[in-house]
């Protein structure tokens, strides 16, 4: 089981860019959620989606959107990049229930390091 | 507001010392509690949770963690540390109704372990 992964680990980027980060769960895992985490800081909350659907939403701008695929991988998408946008990227999955997902373990990937000069 | 804080940005400990540290957390209601581990290049690892029940929690690498209510608290605790326990660690919490497993973090702790 290769548990989650991310693509890709590194990222340099240009203030006003566009970047597209990208996540394959678990196996078994249907449920994946986005979090930014800037130096120094734990990880922030950015957004869950589940059935294709986002079904939560953390205090993030719109620049920040997301996508998931019938094979419940999922993309992270930011526009108009700010230097206040690097930070690494991680993902987590579970195994959701359609209801609550706490009792099910998250399972983080190693993340996607972001630059923006 | 809803919060986690761990007031102890850097700890230094012994190799074979005991190590505790501290989470305090405020929420509504008791929330979901967590303690993960991040090392270098590695994503985060889940050391242990509580849900409920018995208050002193068993995780994996011979961490514990304990529960109090009274005081917000959820304090991990290793008795003897390893070299290998360098690390940030991160106290978590997750709502229990209406989270959907949004899991909201301090700001970590790292730890740095000495011969």
């Known amino acids: 089981d290769a548990g989650v992964t991310q693509s890709p680990t590194h990222l340099i980027k240009t203030r006003g860019q566009q970047v597209t980060l990208r996540c394959s769960p678990k196996s078994g895992h249907d449920t994946v959620s986005w979090y930014q985490q800037a130096l120094g800081q734990g990880p922030q909350f950015i957004f869950q989606?589940?059935?294709?659907?986002?079904?939560q939403r953390g205090n993030f701008p719109d620049r920040f959107s997301g996508h998931q695929f019938p094979n419940y991988s999922s993309e992270l998408n930011v526009n108009a990049l700010l230097l206040g946008d690097s930070a690494l990227y991680l993902c987590a999955s579970t195994a959701g229930t359609g209801i609550l997902t706490n009792y099910n373990e998250q399972f983080f990937g190693p993340g996607t390091r972001l630059t923006v000069l | 507001a809803q919060s986690v804080t761990q007031p102890d940005i850097h700890i230094t400990v012994s190799e074979g010392a005991s190590l505790e540290l501290r989470c305090n957390y405020s929420y509504g209601a008791t929330p979901y509690l967590f303690w993960y581990v991040q090392s270098p290049g590695q994503g985060l690892q889940l050391l242990l949770k509580y849900f409920s029940g018995d208050t002193l929690v068993q995780g994996i690498k011979g961490f514990e963690a304990e529960f109090k209510r009274s005081q917000s608290s959820f304090n991990l605790r290793k008795p003897s540390v390893h070299w290998s326990d360098a690390a940030e660690y991160f106290c978590?919490?997750?709502?229990?109704?209406?989270?959907?497993?949004?899991?909201?973090f301090g700001a970590g702790t790292q730890v740095v372990v000495t011969p």
């Open positions: 978590a919490v997750a709502g229990r109704t209406d989270s959907w497993g949004k899991l909201q």
């Open positions: 989606y589940y059935e294709e659907e986002e079904r």
